[in-house]
């Protein structure tokens, strides 16, 4: 057990450029979370998956975002054309049944 | 107005002291209630989670639940440097049957501990 793992760890990118993160859950975990978080803020939640199923989106997952989990193993997080405003920490996290374990995120830079 | 509230400090104490840290809410379907620590570039630790009311105690850290008020509070007694993070509560209402879903966090504390 490696705990959760997320890749990559920084991403800089150009505004309008598409972007794709993924998040591998600890092996024996079924549900699934991407969260993100700005400067100063708490994690917000954006989506989560039960085993390949996406149960729960949030509003703040607009148009240009899109997550999946083919085979309820790893899950990958897309935005398209990405804005000034998406630069912030994406967070995963995994769990079982009880409180889950976040990955150490991805920052992502929109330049 | 949030869901939950959290006063975001920064909070400054000496070594040893007693460090409370609290949030409100207002949703009163929050039945879970979590405090995570959050190192500086690092996703957040669980520290302590509860159930509905009461106390809980792990160690130096002790987290209290008063659902009549909206209020939880988490005590950390002999505080250390390596304290020093930032303290995120979370809640999650029991919903479709699971124990834990969509949490929702307070804005976070930061505390410094110095020596």
């Known amino acids: 057990d490696t705990g959760v793992s997320q890749d990559p760890r920084h991403k800089i990118t150009k505004r309008g450029q598409n972007v794709t993160f993924r998040c591998d859950p600890i092996?024996?975990?079924?549900?699934l979370y991407w969260y993100r978080q700005t400067l100063g803020q708490g994690p917000e939640f954006l989506t989560y998956?039960?085993?390949?199923?996406?149960?729960?989106k949030s509003r703040l997952l607009s148009d240009r975002f899109s997550a999946e989990r083919p085979k309820g193993s790893f899950s990958t997080l897309e935005i398209q054309r990405t804005e000034q405003g998406d630069s912030a920490m994406y967070l995963c996290?995994?769990?079982?049944?009880?409180?889950?374990?976040f990955g150490s995120g991805t920052r992502l830079t929109v330049v | 107005q949030k869901e939950v509230e959290q006063d975001p400090g920064p909070l400054s104490v000496p070594e040893g002291a007693i460090v409370s840290l609290n949030c409100t809410y207002s949703?009163?379907?929050?039945?879970?209630f979590m405090w995570y620590r959050q190192y500086s570039r690092k996703g957040p630790e669980l520290l302590m989670y509860?159930?509905?009311?009461g106390n809980k105690e792990d160690g130096r850290f002790t987290a209290q639940v008063d659902k009549s008020s909206k209020y939880i509070s988490l005590f950390i007694r002999d505080s250390q440097p390596s304290d020093s993070a930032t303290y995120l509560c979370a809640m999650s209402p029991n919903a479709g049957g699971t124990s834990y879903g969509k949490l929702t966090f307070g804005q976070g504390t930061i505390l410094t501990v110095h020596p």
């Open positions: 949703n009163s379907a929050f039945q879970y």
């Open positions: 998956f039960q085993n390949e199923a996406q149960l729960e």
């Open positions: 996290a995994s769990s079982r049944q009880g409180p889950y374990t």
């Open positions: 092996s024996e975990h079924n549900r």
């Open positions: 509860t159930y509905s009311s």
